[in-house]
């Protein structure tokens, strides 16, 4: 029974809930991370979404099962290597998905719509989608958007244009770094393993790498320009009201800009010198120089956001 209970858990991927920390970023750069109704709302969404998209992992090994036992790692899941029945799985799939649904429109009605948009188009990804060329990638990278939207739809708040942009550029660049990744790492089994690898030069990857990299970073620096404030009081640190308003309004959210350059070339570095990319996830809890680039960026943005501005 432990046994059992532990290739769930497994299945379940718990390492990857942390994706579902996105819920909270409308609720951060809307100045309202502190107000304990929303912050509460909005920590539900991330649960019930966590629920929502282990389902689909879930649902995933279930499809995935005979190319997974040719993966050098993936051979290893419960559902592939046989230590979790496919009847089991296919009951928690179902069961996941009715509470997780049920719970979402209970908390927003368009909440509800984007986990089952977000679940439809994922079960499509594991069927279908995987194997189209490009297709696969943006499937990806709209999962991540749809999480950020998730939390913005539970407080009705807004996400700015381009903030949006850069959610947009770094799940393309996380999606174009996840199949780099593979590639290096299954070498020789890469189009056994996954056909669509065939489609993918390394040169072309590379180039979209790039690409989407250089745009993840200029569409968070424009996002830095143009991030609103109120007329900061400076009420918690009031020396800094001797500054001119120059280096004041509008400014401050600057500081976080090398942090981001940083995290993103950090995270080049692991795909090109470690082979590692392929569940960025593990990459941020495994490498300390971008996890602590990662916290430094959130640490300064609430600092910006609630005791300057």
């Known amino acids: ?3 059992v209970f532990w290739a ?5 991927r718990p390492q990857r809930w942390v ?9 951060t750069f809307s100045g309202q991370l502190f107000d304990p109704v929303l912050f509460w709302r909005v920590a539900a969404a991330a649960a019930i979404f966590s629920l929502v998209s282990s389902t689909v992992y879930f649902f995933n090994d279930l499809i995935d099962a005979p190319l997974d036992r040719k993966h050098p790692f993936k051979m290893k899941r419960p559902i592939a290597s046989g230590a979790l029945q496919a009847p ?3 009951f928690l799939t179902t069961i996941g998905l009715f509470i997780s649904l049920v719970l979402a429109i209970k908390l927003s009605y368009f909440f509800f719509l984007a986990c089952l948009v977000y679940f439809v188009l994922q079960a499509a990804y594991s069927l279908k989608l995987k194997h189209v060329e490009i297709i696969d990638l943006l499937v990806i990278a709209t999962g991540f958007i749809l999480r950020a939207y998730s939390g913005a739809l539970v407080i009705d708040g807004h996400i700015s244009v381009w903030f949006l942009l850069c959610v947009i550029t770094v799940s393309m660049l996380l999606a174009v770094g996840k199949r780099r990744a593979e590639l290096t790492l299954l070498s020789e089994k890469a189009i056994e393993v996954r056909a669509t690898l065939g489609g993918y030069p390394e040169h072309l990857l590379d180039i979209w790498v790039g690409m989407f990299g250089t745009m993840t970073i200029l569409s968070y620096v424009l996002f830095t320009f143009q991030q609103q404030f109120d ?3 400076y009420r918690l640190i009031p020396l800094l009201l001797i500054l001119p308003r120059a280096l004041t309004v509008q400014k401050w959210l600057m500081i976080t800009i090398p942090v981001v350059i940083y995290g993103v070339m950090r995270y080049l570095q692991l795909i090109y010198k470690k082979g590692q990319g392929e569940v960025p996830e593990r990459v941020l809890l495994t490498d300390a120089p971008l996890l602590i680039s990662v916290v430094m960026w959130g640490f300064l943005s609430v600092v910006v956001l609630y005791v300057i501005g």
């Open 88 to 90: 089991i799985a296919v």
């Open 8 to 12: 769930v858990i497994k299945t379940a």
């Open 19 to 27: 994706r579902n920390l996105s819920l909270f970023a409308a609720l």
């Open 231 to 233: 007329e900061p009081s």
């Open 1 to 3: 029974m432990d046994k």
